[in-house]
């Protein structure tokens, strides 16, 4: 049986706090457990439901609020590892969804009236969500050729209780559009929203606005259609300590409704493929990070998805390991995969996406080639390091005429935009010589991600 959000629930705190109850009540823990649990959610994103004894908590469920929670109904249109990934907040969401829905503030009532006229161009939500149709400014990629479109995409999470409480406003009002084949980056610093986004996007999390749709299947309507199509593999993976690479394989091909020797046949083609089959029947804690990463991706391609979700594919992962990943990326790819990576390392986008947006605070920064984004940013950047006497070193620099832009940066450096880096350093020295300004380096840079992203938020990403 396929259960499908309904529509927005009540408010998703409440039913945390009544779902965390329930929880402690199921689990037998106290309530320093629950507050210990809630103590690390902020560090983990949210309680996992591992160690929930499932059979417990769907009676809990059903006592508490009747038929329309169907915990059964809900886990077996899960795959096991969207299973083992489950939070205390997709939980609620999914409770929420199920519940009536208040009357929409009048806002939403407003926006309502604003659809696009029905003129059968196209049903991407580019279009519908627009006065003017997106395809007639270009933006609507041509059916068939854009793989992920998201219009308006939003969520926040309710943090702390009482007047301690604070609202974080984790994705707000995300566009994307990501044709077939592309390999796309989603870059950003840590805390920007770039897994929150991908968890509504593999429909782990229910947005509080927006819309989206994936190989075709529309988010909010249907949810079951976009999980057939996409692989998502999460920041931390996905896979047993106990259980070897080939079980894990075949377990998962077997959740998604494949036969006994169609998962076995999938299993082993995979197993080669990602290079696995020396190691296949080794339990999944003897890998090493590379090779136990590469199980994680495994495990999300073995239903020959449309689109593959990655979050942070790389992270914590050796030089090597990391060049290697990026060949097993360029390879889907190559095979027909839409490739959706998440990732804090600029050489990553740089070097393996066709295409990537920037996020920062929830919010799209920038969007392009990384080559058209560099161009954007004409010239060189110097980077001037200095031992005090900031605004001193901005207030001289800033009157040479070759100076097109300057910015002050932390750890005490300014950043000058100026159109050649070999005629101004002389310049920038002779300036500085005899000012009082004691500087400790300058530094030539050739347009980066990383002065992208300072020119557009005013900060590094670098080291984040
Ligand atoms: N379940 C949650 N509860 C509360 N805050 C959350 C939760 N998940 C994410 N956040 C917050 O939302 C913001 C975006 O987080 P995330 O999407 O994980 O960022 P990224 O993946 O870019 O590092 C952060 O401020 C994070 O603390
Ligand atoms: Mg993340």
Redesign the pocket.
Known sequence: MTVEPTGPGPAEPGVVAELRRLLVEVTGEDEGWAARVAKE??LE??LRLESVEWAALADRLAERYGGRVDLAAYLADLDIHQIIGL?V?DLAGYIGSRLPAPSPPARTRRRAGRTAPDTGCCTGPLCRSSLVHAHETGACPVAGDSMIETSGLRKS???GKGRKGVT?E??RGVDLSVAEGEIFGFL????????????MLSTLLLPDGGEATIAGADLRTDPAGVRKRVGYVA?GGGTWDEVTAEEELVLQARMHGFSKAEAKRRAAALLGAFDLAGYADRRCKTYSGGQRRRVDIALGVIHSPKVLFL??PTAGLDPQSRAHMWEEVRRLRAEGMTVFI?T?YLEEADVLCDRIAI?DH?EIVAEGTPDALKREISGDVLAVTLNGSTSRAAELLSALPLVNKLEAVEEAGLWLYVDSGATAIPQVLRVLEGSGVEMDAIELHRPSLDDVFLTKTGRSLRDK
Do not use: W
């Open positions: 959610s902020r994103g949210d939070t907040g999470f309710q943090v974080v984790a994705v950003g610093p840590n805390g920007a929203g770039k897994t929150t986004t991908l968890r920041q979050d942070e998440t804090h996020i929830g």
